[in-house]
């Protein structure tokens, strides 16, 4: 397991649970570092004071808030660590809520926490049970880094992770990013939802959920390594222009069907809604009044005729 980040307990009530926090996630992302290319020496961030103009190491560097532009208020590792918080060693569940009702903008990187020691063995199973029984999860605050921050506590297998969450004020709203009102019809929907049937599946193993990128890298790296040509670039798909919206998705249920082996019939999805089209019928013209009786029922027949199943 990675190191541990923070230590410290779930308050739960008068209940107690010593815990240690490690990283839930790992990154397997390729990393480059920055090189001169005249010689390929290494090119590294060096830290200068700007007052003395010279490199300060590590132990002469400080934290600060700029007050003014000429007042620099200094703040030390020491003064953030003893803040007058009651969650600064602490993991304070304040409310359990179901997890439909969180907004998952709001929801950040994922922690295990690991029991601290053998003491914390049974109140951090009472905490996994029930948890797991009410089907919920907890909502709490904490403090590292120098700021209180909120959290939601919930069970993955028979571990607690401890998501960080964003503040509410910390969500931007979203509605100048909207496109301009539209009508969408029944019918549309109808063939979005017949779309995504074809797309539904239980779980996300497979190709499709490769890192095809850091893999394609790797590739290169090992072609230059070994001097050899590198792979070639693949064409880039030009995204098509959507000029009849169901006929693209009439369009897009077929390729869905066919990149699973599926044809016509095969899968248990609904079959498309053709677009309804208009007819006028021509009435002789001495027989005006039943001309409009007709067509007035026709209209009628048209509202009431089912969708396709």
């Not at 089209?277 to 001309?291: F, G, L, Q």
């Amino acid at each position: 397991m990675p190191r541990t980040i923070w230590s410290g307990a779930i308050s739960f009530g008068l209940v107690t649970v010593p815990v240690n926090v490690v990283s839930a996630t790992e990154s397997h992302s390729i990393q480059f570092h920055q090189y001169h290319l005249e010689d390929m020496g290494r090119v590294r961030v060096r830290k200068f004071c700007e007052v003395e103009d010279r490199e300060v190491s590590s132990a002469e560097i400080g934290k600060g808030f700029q007050w003014t532009k000429d007042q620099v208020i200094p703040i030390s590792d020491e003064e953030l660590r003893d803040l007058p918080l009651p969650t600064a060693k602490a993991i304070e569940i304040d409310a359990f809520v179901p997890m439909e009702d969180i907004d998952p903008i709001r929801i950040g990187d994922g922690y295990y926490l690991q029991a601290g020691g053998a003491v914390a063995a049974k109140p951090y199973k009472l905490l996994v049970e029930a948890l797991r029984r009410s089907s919920k999860v907890a909502v709490a605050k904490y403090a590292w880094s120098g700021r209180e921050r909120l959290g939601l506590l919930r069970v993955h297998g028979d571990a607690l992770v401890l998501h960080a969450m964003h503040w509410d004020d910390e969500i931007r709203d979203p509605s100048e990013l909207l496109p301009p009102p539209v009508e969408v019809s029944d019918e549309e929907i109808e063939g979005a939802l017949a779309l995504m049937e074809t797309m539904s599946r239980e779980d996300l193993e497979g190709e499709e959920f490769q890192d095809t990128y850091t893999e394609a890298l790797a590739r290169i790296i090992e072609a230059k390594r070994e001097d050899r040509p590198l792979p070639e670039a693949l064409e880039p798909q030009e995204p098509a222009k959507v000029l009849d919206l169901m006929s693209a998705l009439q369009e897009s249920v077929a390729k869905a069907k066919a990149s699973r082996g599926e044809h016509e019939g095969e899968a248990d999805v609904h079959e498309m809604p053709a677009p309804k089209k208009k007819t006028t019928k021509k009435a002789p013209a001495k027989k005006t009044t039943t001309a409009k009786k007709t067509t007035a029922a026709a209209k009628k027949t048209a509202a009431r005729r089912p969708r396709s199943a």
